[in-house]
């Protein structure tokens, strides 16, 4: 456990300080370089993964995607401006790397819509027909469960002046929930939540981490309003910080439940050797891969 938690927390405020150089700077180069790892190394994993069972996936085909996605979000896109993103916009304005019409910069939640119309024209000119379908849909299973995912997360980071805090927001309501569901489940924990996926997860530390997940997003928006207010369109009462944590712990668990599937599905115990304790960067990562699809539709849809 001392091991696990000594990398954890290392990584952690690794993260924490290459988002704060990127705060100070004024720009979101760090979180783009994290972000191009992320992807390319959770292709790897995964592809690894379905190698072990002799699955079809075009590894090729999703590290050109990583690298388009992650570049047009960061060089290209129009940060979100749906919902109550467009109120949460400051005075900044994103930095642009070039300038391009208007209508090029809209495309981001097209993204998706695309690969489902060029991944299926390039899975139909293989000749190995009797894998095309299979090969198609776990194709657009890894863009979606995580190229896209990241994607979205470094879209939001890109939000002027607020885009900082939801990303701060995010990390503290999932780590704190993956800790808060490792410690009580490890102290309390008594049924197993779903045994034949996660051997180690219980009932008593999902549902402790969802409330260390409320705990972490009312002390990341209580952070936020009395640094720079710059979440105040949306945290109208100091307690949706709270429930927006907790919903937040609910899309990290259920991720790390996804990608805990993989590794069974695959007859291994952890997706990669990278980091002591942890195992590989889908070990690190899967509980963010639902969080960010969750963050856009909840303020895309916001009372505020």
């Not at 079809?56 to 996605?69: A, C, N, R, W």
């Not at 599937?261 to 304790?277: E, H, T, Y």
Request: glycine residues 12%.
């Amino acid at each position: 456990m001392g091991t696990r938690f000594l990398f954890g927390f290392s990584l952690f405020f690794a993260l924490i300080g290459v988002l704060a150089l990127d705060h100070y700077l004024h720009f979101t180069w760090g979180l783009f370089a994290i972000c191009l790892i992320m992807g390319c190394g959770g292709v790897y994993e995964l592809g690894r993964m379905f190698r072990y069972r002799g699955l079809p996936l075009d590894t090729g085909l999703l590290y050109v995607s990583v690298i388009i996605v992650m570049s047009y979000v960061q060089l290209v896109a129009e940060p979100p401006t749906i919902g109550a993103f467009g109120s949460l916009w400051g005075e900044g304005q994103p930095d642009y790397l070039f300038s391009l019409p208007p209508a090029f910069r809209n495309f981001t939640l097209l993204l998706p819509v695309l690969a489902c119309v060029i991944y299926p024209m390039i899975g139909l000119t293989r000749a190995d027909v009797s894998n095309i379908s299979a090969r198609i849909t776990n194709n657009l299973g890894i863009f979606l469960y995580v190229i896209f995912p990241i994607g979205l997360i470094l879209w939001l980071r890109r939000i002027p002046e607020a885009g900082e805090w939801l990303v701060y927001f995010l990390l503290a309501a999932s780590r704190l929930g993956d800790v808060g569901a490792y410690l009580m489940g490890s102290a309390f924990g008594r049924h197993k939540l779903i045994p034949h996926l996660s051997k180690g997860k219980t009932i008593e530390g999902a549902i402790f981490g969802l409330l260390f997940s409320a705990g972490g997003g009312l002390i990341a928006f209580a952070w936020a309003q009395w640094a720079t207010g710059a979440l105040q369109p949306i945290a109208v009462h100091w307690w949706y910080g709270a429930v927006f944590g907790f919903f937040v712990g609910i899309a990290a668990q259920s991720g790390d439940l996804v990608e805990s599937a993989f590794k069974r599905a695959a007859g291994i115990k952890d997706s990669g050797q990278l980091v002591p304790s942890f195992g590989g960067i889908m070990d690190i990562m899967d509980n963010f891969m639902l969080t960010g699809p969750l963050i856009l539709v909840i303020l895309a849809l916001w009372p505020a």
